[in-house]
């Protein structure tokens, strides 16, 4: 299996995923059941209160934020769960899935660059959120 970890906004997750599911979820699904659909409201609410926040690494805040601060927001907001500040706080945490087994609000992480990782939030679809845009 390889490693998905790395910041973007709204893309398709390239073969080779690393995911975690911080929280214990009910298994894959053909389609979104309640549950998925009410962490899918959740956290698009959440992503439109960051939406146009610039990429900043070690941001925290509207001014700025990395991926891991941005992850972090997300999860305390939307599901009023604590998760660490950086990424590999947050890969350490969750247990590893597969792929296939991808549920909305499971995090996946991914490289774009040797040592740099990265991570988002799957929104179903092939789709997830993460901070990644100098531009926001």
Same mark, same amino acid.
């Given at each position: 299996? +390889?490693?998905?970890? +790395?910041?973007?906004?709204? #893309?398709?997750?390239?073969?080779?995923?690393?995911?975690?599911?911080?929280?214990?979820?009910? *298994?894959?699904?053909?389609?979104?059941?309640?549950?998925?659909?009410?962490?899918?409201?959740?956290?698009?609410?959440?992503?439109?209160?960051?939406?146009?926040?610039?990429?900043?690494?070690?941001?925290?805040?509207?001014?700025?934020?990395?991926?891991?601060?941005?992850?972090?927001?997300?999860?305390?907001?939307?599901?009023?769960?604590?998760?660490?500040?950086?990424?590999?706080?947050? #890969?350490?945490?969750?247990?590893?899935?597969?792929?296939?087994?991808?549920? #909305? +609000?499971?995090?996946?992480?991914?490289?774009?660059?040797? *040592?740099?990782?990265?991570? *988002?939030?799957?929104?179903?679809?092939?789709?997830?959120?993460?901070?990644?845009?100098?531009? *926001?």
């Amino acid at each position: 299996m +390889g490693t998905l970890q +790395g910041c973007s906004s709204t #893309v398709t997750a390239p073969h080779g995923v690393k995911a975690s599911r911080p929280q214990a979820q009910p *298994g894959p699904a053909s389609s979104l059941s309640h549950a998925q659909q009410l962490r899918l409201n959740k956290l698009q609410g959440s992503y439109r209160h960051w939406q146009g926040t610039p990429y900043r690494y070690g941001g925290d805040s509207h001014r700025g934020i990395d991926c891991s601060a941005f992850v972090q927001q997300v999860y305390r907001r939307a599901f009023h769960v604590s998760l660490p500040r950086t990424t590999l706080g947050q #890969v350490k945490r969750g247990v590893e899935i597969n792929r296939w087994q991808l549920q #909305v +609000g499971d995090l996946v992480f991914f490289r774009i660059s040797r *040592g740099v990782r990265h991570v *988002g939030i799957y929104m179903g679809q092939g789709r997830f959120i993460s901070s990644a845009s100098s531009r *926001g």
